[in-house]
């Protein structure tokens, strides 16, 4: 059995303070972490990052509100996973300020003892990503890595 990790995106029915007169609406979007066990993603809660509110992630990009669960405290936080993972690799973290997804992640890749890369920023100018990655390999050591790709499409 190989379980695989992925971080994506999923939408709640907040709006942030910028969008609140958007005709559409825009809706909040926030990144999650989740494991897919033979193409079927586990079922988890995770909280929204904006409003709070708790969402029960059921596939990949889709979320059904938790009713019943407005506070989350029996949720995971970043503190709860800093407990087993080594000490240079909390700090780094801490210092790029990433979020609970990144933390669920690069603690998924320490345990399954995988060489993956974990996307830490991306800043995008014209034609140009610039990409800062972290790069674990399987025995847990790690560096970070600066790549910038020309994209096929600009910004107009």
Same mark, same amino acid.
């Given at each position: 059995m190989v379980l695989e990790g992925v971080r994506h995106l999923i939408e709640c029915h907040c709006t942030l303070p910028q969008y609140r007169n958007a005709n559409?609406? =825009?809706?909040?979007k926030f990144v999650v972490f989740s494991v897919l066990d033979e193409d079927a993603i586990q079922k988890k809660l995770v909280q929204c990052n904006n409003c709070g509110i708790i969402h029960k992630v059921v !596939?990949?990009?889709?979320?059904?509100?938790?009713?019943?669960?407005?506070?989350?405290?029996?949720?995971?936080?970043i503190e709860d996973i800093k407990i087993g993972i080594p000490d240079k690799m909390v700090t780094f973290l801490t210092q790029q300020n990433a979020d609970i997804s990144t933390w669920e992640y690069v603690e998924f890749i320490l345990d399954n003892k995988q060489e993956k890369e974990v996307i830490l920023k991306k800043?995008?100018? !014209? /034609?140009l990503t610039q990409l800062k990655i972290l790069h674990i390999k399987e025995d847990g050591t790690?560096? =970070?890595?600066?790549?910038?790709?020309? /994209?096929?499409?600009? =910004?107009?």
């Open positions: 559409p609406p =825009v809706y909040h !596939d990949l990009c889709k979320t059904e509100i938790a009713h019943g669960m407005e506070e989350g405290q029996s949720l995971r936080s800043e995008q100018k !014209d /034609d790690f560096k =970070v890595k600066n790549e910038t790709r020309q /994209d096929e499409w600009s =910004v107009s």
